[in-house]
């Protein structure tokens, strides 16, 4: 018969291998997004739109365009905020 410590030996070295890569994983998250769609007073999408988001406490300005379905995505953003988000359209 084995000693106690060396039966629960492979079972530990398992657990702390699980706990370790998770611990790696799970390392949160460094970056926020914004998105949304762009629609007229009518509903309609509006492609094209420029976006621009400005990071209030930092002034760092972030810009997109909306694609055709009026829908945009602002990635890799500073988190927290607040932002100010404004939308300009020629035409």
Known sequence: MKPATLRWFPIAVLALLCIGTSVVLAQGVTTAAIGGKVVSSTGEALPGANIIAVHVPSGTTY????????????PNLRVGGPYTVTVSLVG
């Open 63 to 74: 810009g997109t365009s909306s694609r055709p379905n009026g829908k945009y995505n602002v």
